[in-house]
C-alpha cells in the first residue's frame, strides 16, 4: 500500500488544516501517517478523530524554534527512520520548521524516491521583514526547494517570490487559496441564532461586541488592541458599549491579562479562551479586529467574512488578498492605535443599510477562497506526484 507522511510542528495542525487533504490522499489509495510534537498543542482537537480518519499518528518531538538545533536533529532521525521503516513514498510538510526537516528527510531517503511537497503558509521573508531575519529565511527557503518537487503557497507575493526558486527536476509551484475555506460551515447566523448566542456570552443587542480569534503571541498582535480600547474609552466616543471578546490562547496570555487590568478595562474585554466552535461567537459580533503584523492570508478573518462580520485588519500580504478599506471592513498599519480606534468608530456608526452593504461585499470577497477550490488545486498537485511514484514502482 502507498504511504504519505505529513509532518507539522503541532499535533493539532492536521485536525484544523489537513482533513481535506487527507480524505484526497486517501482517495488515491494512500495509508496516512501523520508525524508532530505532541507535547506542543496550538489548536484543540478530539483525539478521537485520529481514528475517524484512520491517520497513524507518530510523536516526533519537532520544536518551534529553529534555534533549537539539538532537538531538531533528534527530530530529523525519527523522522528519517520513519520513512525508512513504513516504507513512505510521499512527504507533504508543513510549518517552518517541519518544512525543513521533511524536505533533508526527502533528500537523505533519495534512495527511496521519496517525494516531496512543502506548503508555506507564509514564507518568513516578506515585505517589511526585518532586513537579517528576511535575508536568513529566504536563504533557507531558497535551499530547501532544491529538494522539493512541489511548493504550495497561499499568497500573490509568496507566489512571486517561489516562482525565482530552483526546484527539483520537474517541481512546480501551486498557489491555493489558503486551506480552504467552509462557506456551508461560516454562513450568517440568523436573528434568533444571534440572539441565541449574545445571550450566552451575556451581551445585548445594544452592544457593540467586537471579536478577536487567534493565538496569543506578539505577531497576532492583541496589545494593540487594548491601546485602541483605552483611546475609546478616554476619547469623545458617544456610541454604542464596546464588549471585546479575546478567543484564543497562548503564550502572551499572562501578559494580555495583566494589562487588561492595568488599562481598567476588565468591563470591556472579555478573555474567551480557545472557542470550539467558534462560528456562533464570530456570527454574533458586529465587528472582528484582525492586527497581525505578519499573516499568509489569515483564515480567521475570512471566516468572519464569510458570516457577513465585518473585518478591521492590519494591512499584510495576507490580508491584501481579500480586504477593501471600508468596504468589507477598515485597514490600517498593524501598530496604528489611532487607525483601529477609527475602524472600530467606523463599523459602530454605519446605518443600517450601509450595515447590509458591506455584508453583502464581506461574503462577495470570500467566493474565491472556498475549500472546494483548494481541493481542486490539491488534488491535481497529490495526482501528478502519484503518477510519478506508481511509474517509478
Known amino acids: 500500500m502507498k504511504k504519505v507522511l505529513i509532518i507539522a510542528t503541532v499535533s493539532g495542525f492536521l ?23 505532541a507535547e506542543t498543542e496550538n489548536y484543540l482537537f478530539d483525539s478521537r478523530e485520529i481514528e475517524r480518519l484512520r491517520i497513524r499518528m507518530h510523536p516526533v518531538p519537532i520544536p518551534k524554534s529553529p534555534m533549537k538545533l539539538l532537538a531538531i536533529r533528534r ?11 513504513e516504507g513512505i513514498s510521499l512527504i507533504h510538510c508543513h510549518t517552518p520548521v517541519g518544512g525543513v526537516l521533511g524536505r533533508i528527510a526527502g533528500r537523505s531517503c533519495r534512495d527511496m524516491n521519496v517525494r516531496v511537497i512543502y506548503t508555506a503558509h507564509g514564507f518568513h521573508f516578506f515585505e517589511g521583514a526585518p532586513v537579517p531575519g528576511k535575508w536568513l529565511y529566504h536563504m533557507i527557503e531558497q535551499k530547501m526547494a532544491h529538494d522539493t518537487d512541489a511548493l504550495v503557497v497561499i499568497n500573490r507575493e509568496d507566489y512571486q517570490n517561489a516562482l ?23 454562513r450568517p447566523l440568523t436573528e434568533e441564532q444571534c440572539r441565541e448566542a449574545r445571550g450566552k ?24 488592541l487594548l491601546r485602541a480600547l483605552a483611546l475609546l474609552k478616554n476619547s469623545d466616543y ?16 499572562e501578559k494580555l491579562t495583566r494589562q487588561i487590568a492595568e488599562m481598567q478595562l476588565s468591563d470591556a474585554v472579555k478573555m474567551y479562551g480557545y ?7 464570530l456570527g454574533c459580533a458586529d465587528a472582528m479586529i484582525f492586527p497581525s503584523r505578519r499573516e499568509g492570508l489569515g483564515m480567521a478573518a475570512l471566516e468572519a467574512l464569510a458570516m457577513g462580520i465585518p473585518v478591521i485588519a ?14 468589507n471592513g477598515w485597514v490600517c498599519e498593524p501598530d496604528d492605535v489611532q487607525g483601529y480606534a477609527d475602524g472600530i468608530r467606523f463599523v459602530e456608526g454605519l446605518d443600517t443599510a450601509s450595515r447590509e452593504e458591506m455584508k453583502r461585499a464581506c461574503r462577495a470577497c470570500v ?27
Open 275 to 281: 472557542c470550539s466552535p467558534v462560528a456562533p461567537v
Open 75 to 85: 527530530a530529523l532521525r525519527m523522522i528519517i527512520s520513519l520513512i525508512r521503516e
Open 238 to 253: 458617544a456610541g454604542r458599549r464596546i464588549i471585546c471578546g479575546i478567543c484564543g490562547d497562548g503564550a502572551a496570555r
Open 15 to 37: 485536525f484544523q488544516f489537513e482533513q481535506e487533504n487527507v480524505r484526497i490522499l486517501q482517495s488515491l489509495g494512500y495509508e496516512v501517517h501523520y508525524a508532530a510534537n
Open 201 to 224: 456570552l451575556n451581551l445585548s443587542e445594544e452592544d457593540f461586541f467586537l471579536v478577536f480569534v487567534g493565538e496569543l503571541n506578539e505577531n497576532k498582535n492583541p496589545f494593540v
Open 314 to 327: 492590519a494591512d499584510n500580504r495576507g490580508t491584501r488578498e481579500y480586504m477593501e478599506h471600508q468596504k
Open 164 to 186: 525565482k526558486f530552483r526546484l527539483k527536476k520537474d517541481g512546480m509551484v501551486y498557489r491555493i487559496p489558503g486551506v480552504g475555506l467552509d462557506t456551508e460551515r461560516f
Open 367 to 393: 467566493q474565491r477562497s472556498s475549500k472546494d477550490k483548494t481541493a481542486e488545486i490539491m488534488s491535481r498537485v497529490y495526482k501528478v506526484l502519484d503518477d510519478k511514484i506508481s511509474a517509478e514502482m
